[in-house]
């Protein structure tokens, strides 16, 4: 698909000899330190912990601005966290160390009421409700957080995904935790505090940042508290307003593509499993600004291809191509690709591809347009044969199909001029 073409994240040259270098700022066994953290790191008054610090432009703007305050930063991708290790390295922080852990091992690390601060900045959403429990924010992780931090301990959180900020608002209450400094438009008046890397994207790109701070209250649960609720109904789409049982395809529309709307697709993108017969080859994707803009550069150079966003609403949701685009045949190909789970199944993808097709048959002016589908992809299939489409052949990999534009007016009941 399109969309393959950029997922597969850059590796760092030389890592392991980078990591080397920076050997000191990394903690190789941090459950040794569990409730010594401050005898073993000694001369600072607080201790703070950031959960996935990427490339840590926040690390080390966070540690320089409180050279009281150590800060433990987590990361488990190593092609990320050698970056943030050298831009410690080179600032000469003497207040930060990183840790290769999973936040999920936090009890592991961290004595009851070890911390005093936690930092959770644009984790992954996990749109869909059956991966709701790995998000962040789900009552499993707050209850480990709980534990971990003292009576009174803060989690700030930021995100540029506002599904994911108003639910993770409406789990936070019903752990017990007191919310305050609470925006969905933290830059409003101008820069706040200090970014990420890809929070200076974002609001480069006029994206709306939304930002929180929990604090661990007297009623606060946590892992002593029972069984976890359940999370039923969870999905990120449902956070937005929309009906799951009914799309709301009135909602939709197609955009011409832009840089800012490639960007928000792949801000957000996630592979189908479903489309890998070994699910170990699924390519790891991280979302990379510089990437996509050249990305987007290089396939617009193209004269035959001509790309859409699908809206719902201002969202992204999708991305539409028209492709070998032969004016003389007055054919082309389509293709399309939902930026993730929680949008299909819903009758978005549907609705998009009959757009397509008004536009295709109408202002293009085409005769006949093509598409094709993975052989495992039977929902593709399904939604070009209820639009009219024919299959003319098939291979190892794929089916083709077809679809005339006397056969589309045909199946709506009009005539053809």
């Known amino acids: 698909m399109e969309c393959d073409e950029i997922v597969r994240m850059r590796k760092r040259h030389n890592l392991e000899p980078r990591m080397e270098k920076c050997a000191d700022l990394l903690i190789a066994e941090p459950s040794e330190n569990r409730g010594r953290w401050r005898e073993t790191l000694p001369g600072f008054e607080t201790l703070?912990?950031?959960?996935?610090?990427?490339?840590?432009?926040?690390?080390?703007?966070?540690?320089?601005?409180?050279?009281?305050?150590?800060?433990?930063?987590?990361?488990k991708v190593p092609d990320a966290m050698v970056v943030a290790m050298e831009r410690a390295r080179d600032q000469g922080l003497a207040n930060v160390r990183f840790l290769d852990i999973d936040a999920a091992k936090l009890a592991e690390v961290f004595a009851p009421?070890?911390?005093?601060?936690?930092?959770?900045?644009f984790c992954d959403p996990w749109p869909k409700s059956r991966d709701a429990k790995l998000r962040l924010t789900a009552p499993g992780f707050l209850r480990l957080y709980a534990d971990a931090l003292r009576d009174g301990g803060e989690i700030h959180f930021k995100t540029d995904n506002t599904p994911l900020f108003d639910w993770s608002i409406g789990v936070f209450r019903d752990e017990g935790w007191t919310l305050s400094e609470l925006t969905h438009d933290l830059h409003a008046n101008g820069p706040v505090g200090v970014m990420t890397d890809y929070e200076a994207k974002f609001v480069a790109e006029g994206m709306k940042i939304n930002r929180l701070v929990a604090a661990k209250a007297a009623g606060t649960r946590g892992t002593a508290a029972g069984p976890l609720p359940r999370l039923r109904g969870a999905s990120l789409v449902d956070a937005r307003g929309y009906a799951q049982s009914a799309a709301d395809t009135a909602a939709l529309s197609l955009k011409e593509a832009t840089l800012p709307l490639c960007q928000a697709f792949y801000r957000h993108f996630e592979h189908a499993p479903e489309l890998f017969e070994d699910k170990s080859t699924i390519p790891q994707?991280?979302?990379?600004?510089?990437?996509?803009?050249t990305y987007f550069a290089d396939r617009h150079k193209l004269s035959d291809r001509r790309y859409y966003y699908i809206m719902l609403g201002s969202e992204?949701?999708?991305?539409?191509?028209?492709?070998?685009?032969?004016?003389?045949?007055?054919?082309c190909e389509l293709g399309i690709c939902l930026v993730n789970d929680g949008y299909k199944n819903r009758g978005f993808g549907t609705a998009a591809l009959r757009m397509a097709l008004e536009l295709g048959f109408g202002s293009f002016g085409m005769e006949t347009i093509l598409a094709d589908s993975l052989l495992l992809n039977a929902r593709s299939q399904h939604v070009l044969r209820k639009l009219g489409f024919r299959q003319t052949a098939e291979d190892e990999r794929f089916r083709y199909y077809r679809i005339t534009r006397e056969e589309y007016l045909g199946s709506k009941g009009e005539k053809r001029e």
């Open 285 to 293: 994707y991280r979302y990379d600004p510089e990437r996509v803009k």
């Open 113 to 121: 009421g070890e911390i005093d601060r936690i930092y959770i900045n």
């Open 316 to 331: 992204v949701i999708g991305e539409l191509v028209f492709k070998k685009i032969d004016p003389e045949n007055r054919s």
């Open 48 to 75: 703070s912990v950031e959960l996935g610090c990427g490339k840590g432009r926040f690390t080390v703007g966070t540690a320089a601005s409180l050279p009281q305050s150590l800060l433990l930063a987590i990361e």
